[in-house]
């Protein structure tokens, strides 16, 4: 290195030698020195820059007062050395509300020295250890001192490490539960819109075309409701008029679209009905096996099952047709009656006009008569005996003496299953039929989604309780009561008006499910049910569960499972949890004792 040195005004620079001292140099105490320090080898070999003297609060030189015996206080001048190392950073903390930082400082000082108490305290870590060669036998009333090592701090920290893992793996496992339910509902409610999507597009049931007659009234108002706010007047009138011709033309497509829909359904029932009157019958032997017996009844039903198949086929040539006649003419010809006789004539008919070069296509309308006959032959018990068991008239008349009910729509008498029976009691004098009527031409109502709900309900009671009896003593019609009259079609804690998205569960967890026994919740709301709810929701619930008590009562069976003891007391009434199977899998260790 290479130094110069002020030593006076006069700058008077020279370099300096290695391993020279300041005091060698001519440096007196309290003396100052200017010095310039430079490398030899920068590149190698560079000088640190010095943090300028500016730069430091803290002077070289303070005067501290030392209080000295007797207590006088005494001045003392000490002088501030600079570390040449920068301290460790031992911690410290931020304030939140002014964002300052404040470290942890180092001390140079020994810690204070407690005073002398005249006993001899030794520290724990330092006692002094030795091994013990020889065993003894001690009373438990004697102690020995053993090895000491620092077990506790590993101890706590391995302790602490699987808290914590422990703790990790229930929240990455919890996080992932709530995941795959929130997954679960979003695909449940995907399945259900696009059901709902194809159930438009492609109708079979009954349920289907309520739904589109819903979606054409719902069409037809919003129509209705625009041109009412649009137009006056004559242009108002021929609008309207426009829309009564477009909701008859679609009215009319739907309509054709159900008689095609009922005749492929009409034949698939027609075909299930002989299959089932076929079918030979099952019984179960001793040993678990399952042993299927013919009998002269099933084999007479199987026999007529395919003489009414090749009937019914349409894509034969005219020697099978005329093969598969011939033997129907001769199976009916056994049995003299009005039926056979009429079949006998429509078979020669046939027969006539196929030997006379009719074309197949102006037979149909023959044909279908010689089917809708030879059904009505083979549901004859009298020539099928196995049919008695599947027919819906009973044979014994006596026994329609009190089935029997008049509508007062059609003007029909028809049987007790022909009409609408809901569980309060209340007999609709309406025949299905006519309510069918009734639902296309004015109220277009779709209970779809009241199904759903029941058929969920019924589900989930029947996994809790297998003896469940109240759920299966509903109809659709009840449902729809008891969510629109009860509950007001939304969720008792979020007011959710969204029908796909809305359960059933249980409010006393403890009893089965009843209509006074319930409450409406969304699917995500489920699994927060065994919180504590406020007074005035439990009055609020309490109120609707009387009404739908005071609703449901009148049914005999019903009245039966009413509660025999009196409400339990606010504040000790128990709140249900989820009914969901997803949510009853991953809540067993939950212990289901909340109160209210």
């Not at 724990?124 to 001192?145: A, E, G, P, V």
């Not at 259900?192 to 438009?200: A, M, S, V």
């Amino acid at each position: 290195f290479l130094l110069s040195m002020h030593v006076c005004p006069l700058a008077i620079l020279k370099a300096v030698e290695e391993h020279k001292s300041l005091m060698e140099l001519g440096v007196r105490p309290h003396s100052s020195t200017r010095m310039e320090m430079s490398s030899t080898d920068p590149s190698f070999h560079p000088l640190r820059p010095l943090r300028p003297l500016e730069h430091d609060s803290m002077p070289d030189v303070i005067t501290v007062q030392v209080e000295a015996d007797g207590g006088v206080l005494q001045e003392v001048v000490v002088e501030i050395e600079r570390p040449r190392h920068q301290k460790a950073f031992l911690g410290g903390y931020r304030h939140r509300l002014t964002g300052l930082e404040y470290h942890h400082a180092a001390v140079q000082t020994l810690p204070r020295r407690r005073p002398d108490r005249g006993v001899a305290v030794f520290n724990f870590w330092c006692l002094k250890w030795f091994r013990c060669l020889q065993s003894r036998s001690l009373s438990y009333t004697q102690s020995i001192q053993c090895d000491v090592i620092r077990l506790q701090t590993f101890a706590r920290r391995w302790l602490a490490q699987q808290a914590v893992d422990r703790l990790r793996k229930e929240r990455a496992r919890r996080l992932a539960w709530l995941e795959m339910q929130e997954r679960r509902r979003n695909e449940e409610k995907e399945e259900q819109l696009r059901d709902r999507r194809n159930r438009w597009l492609n109708p079979k049931r009954q349920e289907d075309f309520n739904l589109l007659y819903q979606a054409l009234e719902k069409w037809r108002s919003e129509e209705e409701q625009r041109i009412s706010s649009s137009l006056r007047g004559a242009e108002r009138k021929a609008a309207l008029c426009a829309l009564l011709d477009q909701e008859m033309d679609l009215i009319a497509a739907i309509g054709r679209h159900h008689i095609a829909v009922h005749s492929d359904n009409y034949d698939k029932a027609v075909r299930n009905f002989l299959d089932k009157s076929a079918s030979p019958h099952r019984r179960r032997a001793a040993d678990g096996r399952l042993i299927e017996i013919e009998t002269q009844n099933t084999i007479r039903a199987r026999e007529l099952r395919d003489l009414y198949n090749s009937i019914s086929l349409t894509t034969v040539s005219q020697e099978q047709r005329l093969h598969f006649l011939m033997t129907l003419k001769h199976t009916v010809k056994e049995q003299e009656c009005a039926l056979t006789r009429d079949i006998v004539d429509l078979v020669d008919r046939e027969v006539d006009l196929m030997t006379r070069g009719v074309k197949s296509a102006k037979l149909e309308g023959l044909r279908t008569r010689i089917c809708t006959l030879l059904l009505q032959y083979i549901k004859t018990p009298a020539f099928n005996p196995e049919v008695a068991k599947l027919l819906k008239v009973p044979q014994n008349p006596s026994q329609l003496k009190n089935d029997m009910i008049l509508c007062q729509y059609c003007h029909r008498y028809l049987r007790l299953k022909d009409f609408i029976m809901s569980a309060s009691g209340s007999l609709n004098r309406q025949c299905h039929q006519c309510a069918r009527l009734n639902n296309i031409a004015r109220s277009r109502d779709d209970f779809t989604l009241y199904k759903s709900l029941l058929m969920r309900l019924r589900a989930d009671e029947q996994r809790l309780n297998a003896e469940a009896k109240i759920p299966f003593l509903l109809e659709v019609q009840d449902m729809q009561y008891l969510v629109e009259a009860v509950w007001a079609s939304r969720s008792a804690l979020s007011a959710n008006v969204d029908l796909y998205n809305l359960v059933f569960v249980r409010w006393d967890r403890q009893k089965d499910w009843s209509p006074w026994n319930c409450i409406l919740l969304s699917k995500e709301e489920t699994s927060a049910h065994l919180e504590t709810y406020d007074t005035t929701l439990i009055h609020e619930i309490e109120r609707k569960h009387a009404k739908a008590r005071r609703h449901f009562s009148q049914v005999p069976v019903m009245s039966e499972q009413l509660d025999t003891h009196p409400a339990a007391v606010l504040g000790n009434q128990l709140v249900s949890k989820a009914i969901t199977m997803a949510i009853v899998k991953h809540t067993k260790d939950i212990t289901q004792t909340s109160h209210h």
